[in-house]
């Protein structure tokens, strides 16, 4: 008898490529899961792998088996829903966010999932955006929410709010206060900016250079709490979230640069593989559209 069990070890192995992968994946030793295998292999009386490669590589009953597997296993989640509700979903749910999120409304998804599906166990991840999404297409994670996610029928992507960014210097730095300045003004300046995988750095900087505008002076960091610091120690210019920089505005270590154009709002995106064997990615997708607030520092008081 072929079980639900040894099904779900042969799908994940053959997506993801490695029995490493799918027992991380499904907690589980390798042993167990190379076990699985095996015994499916024996009932059906056919190989499922070719096991003369290094790569795990799928022989040809072993592809023609996979859209199958991953029907039972959706129909396994369904049976188990009908039955039992939320309580089907359990275990853990790996998602990525970038920075801005953790530092504003990942708390408040985190106790949403909760409240919807008790017995999961959610397991964030920081990052930027383009890693996010190239994790999501290795299938390492279940669901990214980042910015200017890649346009691709394996993906499907929900708007979320978007975030207002401002331009911002220490006092006494960069352009003379109380001026609308035009953005060709900031290029005088250096610049302290998030690395290339951010969707941030790709979507203002990037746009910046589309319109002729260039940077010679670029200072790049990873981490939006350590450009802020940088730039009240007078070191450049930045563009950060205004709620999330409230506290330094307020003290004076922080003004906003006012331009023209200001940065246009920037749309962040809950994304999740069209191929997924269970709805839990849409409806975490919909519950971070309710949560989604970057008006709030998530370490304010």
């Not at 210097?169 to 352009?175: D, E, I, L």
Request: glycine letters at 6%; hydrophobic letters at 45%.
């Amino acid at each position: 008898m072929i079980t639900l069990k040894q099904a779900e070890a042969f799908y994940w192995i053959a997506m993801l490529g490695s029995v490493v992968e799918a027992a991380v994946r499904l907690n589980l030793a390798q042993s167990t899961l190379s076990k699985r295998v095996a015994e499916l292999e024996t009932f059906l009386g056919a190989a499922l792998f070719d096991r003369n490669n290094r790569a795990v590589r799928l022989t040809r009953v072993g592809e023609n088996l996979v859209p199958i597997a991953a029907d039972l296993l959706k129909l396994e989640v369904r049976f188990r829903e009908t039955a039992t509700g939320p309580r089907a979903f359990s275990g853990p749910f790996r998602f990525g966010v970038t920075e801005l999120i953790a530092l504003t409304w990942l708390p408040k998804l985190i106790v949403a999932m909760k409240d919807a599906y008790p017995k999961l166990v959610p397991e964030p991840e920081v990052d930027a955006s383009v890693s996010l999404f190239d994790k999501l297409a290795e299938r390492r994670l279940d669901l990214a929410v980042g910015l200017d996610p890649p346009s691709t029928d394996s993906f499907r992507s929900v708007p979320l709010d978007s975030v207002k960014l401002q331009w911002m210097c220490a006092p006494g730095a960069g352009p003379p206060e109380a001026d609308i300045v035009p953005l060709s003004e900031l290029a005088r300046y250096p610049v302290l900016t998030q690395g290339e995988g951010s969707g941030l750095q790709k979507l203002v900087i990037d746009r910046l250079h589309g319109n002729g505008i260039t940077f010679d002076r670029i200072v790049k960091c990873n981490s939006l709490s350590v450009l802020a610091a940088l730039a009240a120690a007078g070191l450049g210019i930045t563009f950060l979230n205004e709620h999330y920089s409230q506290a330094e505005l307020r003290s004076g270590r922080l003004r906003i640069i006012r331009t023209m154009p200001e940065i246009p709002p920037i749309q962040y995106f809950a994304v999740y593989r069209t191929d997924a064997l269970d709805p839990l990615a849409d409806r975490i997708s919909q519950i971070a559209k309710l949560c989604c607030d970057f008006s709030n520092a998530a370490n304010s008081g």
